[in-house]
């Protein structure tokens, strides 16, 4: 039962609205006066999506109890006095990394990754929390996607409880089911259907490569370039991950999503097009309470298309959008903003225009671990090139394993809908 708190109980605060295990429970607290029966007059669809997001909250607040309790305390390192690192930057830094066991600061302030031996043909050291603070930030604002979903700090990997629900044809929820039984007719129990889906954290691995013109001359250039590489290369690739992974050794990406609904071409729709009765349909298929949060992603390769749409009527019509040469194209589709993603595939393919909300979308990343890295001259020895190896772990996947059906409709709905390929 759902039920509206009247005063504090425990942690939970007055005018707080939760459901309550069994109805015994609801009865006892409400007949304490601390609650009242919480009784919705908004839409149906609305109180589902209410609920739903309840249910995913309590699980969010589960998951994260769970982390911290498993969580060991961080190693505790002496820090030199000051508290100061010896570097001016991570181009310094790395200049270090480069030189070897033969600088002395890389032995006082970090730890070292490889054999302790000769760093440059056998390791390198964690960069500094202050350094990879900086790379991380720079993944975060490279990425346009990434920074949008909803994000765990993990140990290991991660298994989700979800409501594995595919129609709301007996429940609005999958989390449990209402009977009306007459007086003296016995409850029926209600079964939630729950899925675990498994999150990993992958290896990500990638390598920059500086002159020794660069290493020598100028830390400040040597740090602007590590962390523009680096930075943007990774959160590129997760972005990438996102839209397009396996789910094989890296992310489970939308368009290989079960939830992802795919929307059938318009009857005589030439192979290059995007029409308006396209994004339409797409508009309608996606679930409702998506509608505040979702984002158009497009190839750039469909900016003419999207300009150009058209409502048709009869011989005549009109433009959807009303533009010129003097003004900027239109940013957004129904209220939902646009994004130019190179991570969408071409015109008329399966992918060119994606519709999603990624606050649906999963990722985990290592927590409390900072990027590693690893330098080497010898990889690139004749091109007098230092290689630097920078490493991350990562997954993710939609929140959802299909796409379902509303209890009063034909047509599924699901947070993330594409436009199928064109021919």
């Known amino acids: 039962m759902i039920i509206r708190f009247l005063k504090d109980y425990g942690d939970v605060k007055a005018d707080t609205i939760r459901s309550t295990r069994t109805d015994e429970d609801a009865k006892t607290l409400i007949d304490g006066g601390i609650a009242e029966k919480y009784v919705s007059t908004e839409d149906p669809e609305v109180l589902a999506a209410e609920i739903e997001q309840r249910l995913k909250d309590e699980v969010v607040?589960?998951?994260?109890?769970?982390?911290?309790?498993?969580?060991?305390?961080?190693?505790?390192?002496?820090?030199?006095?000051?508290?100061?690192?010896p570097w001016g930057g991570l181009g310094d830094f790395a200049k270090s990394v480069m030189v070897g066991k033969a600088d002395q600061k890389l032995w006082s302030y970090c730890k070292s990754t490889g054999m302790n031996i000769a760093i440059n043909a056998d390791g390198g050291f964690l960069i500094p929390q202050e350094f990879?603070?900086?790379?991380?930030?720079?993944?975060?604002?490279?990425?346009?996607?990434?920074?949008?979903?909803?994000?765990?700090?993990?140990?290991?990997?991660?298994?989700?409880?979800?409501?594995?629900?595919?129609?709301?044809?007996?429940?609005?929820?999958?989390?449990?089911?209402?009977?009306?039984?007459?007086?003296?007719?016995?409850k029926t129990a209600s079964v939630p259907q729950l899925a675990k889906p498994e999150l990993h954290l992958h290896k990500m691995t990638g390598v920059v490569y500086a002159t020794d013109e660069l290493l020598s001359d100028s830390p400040v250039a040597l740090e602007t370039f590590l962390t523009t590489m680096a930075g943007t290369e990774f959160a590129l690739t997760k972005d990438e991950d996102i839209v397009n992974g396996?789910?094989?050794?890296?992310?489970?990406?939308?368009?290989?999503?079960?939830?992802?609904?795919?929307?059938?071409?318009?009857?005589?729709?030439?192979?290059?097009?995007?029409?308006?009765?396209?994004?339409l349909k797409m508009?309608?298929?996606?679930?409702?309470?998506?509608?505040?949060?979702?984002?158009?992603?497009?190839?750039?390769?469909?900016?003419?298309?999207?300009?150009?749409?058209?409502?048709?009527?009869?011989?005549?019509?009109?433009?959807?959008?009303v533009v010129n040469a003097t003004t900027a194209i239109p940013e957004r589709i129904f209220g939902a903003p646009i994004i130019w993603s190179p991570h969408c595939q071409t015109l008329g393919t399966s992918g060119d225009i994606i519709l999603g909300d990624l606050s649906q979308y999963v990722t985990i990343s290592k927590a409390g671990e900072e990027m590693k890295t690893a330098t080497s001259i010898h990889l690139k020895f004749l091109?007098?090139?230092?290689?630097?190896?920078?490493?991350?772990r990562f997954d993710g996947q939609p929140w959802w394993t299909s796409a379902r059906t509303p209890k009063h409709g034909l047509s599924t709905v699901s947070p993330f809908v594409a436009l199928a390929v064109r021919e």
């Open 246 to 279: 396996s789910g094989a050794g890296e992310a489970l990406g939308i368009m290989n999503s079960p939830c992802l609904i795919s929307v059938t071409k318009e009857t005589g729709q030439a192979g290059t097009t995007i029409v308006y009765e396209n994004v």
């Open 132 to 186: 990879s603070t900086a790379l991380l930030t720079a993944m975060s604002e490279s990425g346009s996607l990434a920074p949008r979903c909803m994000n765990f700090a993990v140990n290991n990997n991660l298994t989700l409880p979800i409501v594995n629900i595919t129609t709301q044809a007996t429940s609005w929820t999958g989390g449990m089911t209402i009977y009306k039984p007459g007086e003296g007719v016995a």
């Open 283 to 321: 508009w309608k298929r996606l679930y409702n309470p998506s509608r505040g949060k979702a984002v158009w992603l497009i190839n750039q390769d469909c900016m003419d298309q999207i300009a150009t749409m058209a409502v048709n009527v009869g011989t005549g019509g009109a433009p959807v959008f």
């Open 61 to 85: 607040a589960q998951v994260k109890e769970q982390l911290a309790a498993n969580r060991p305390d961080p190693p505790i390192a002496a820090e030199p006095k000051g508290n100061k690192l």
């Open 383 to 392: 091109e007098n090139e230092t290689a630097f190896r920078f490493e991350i």
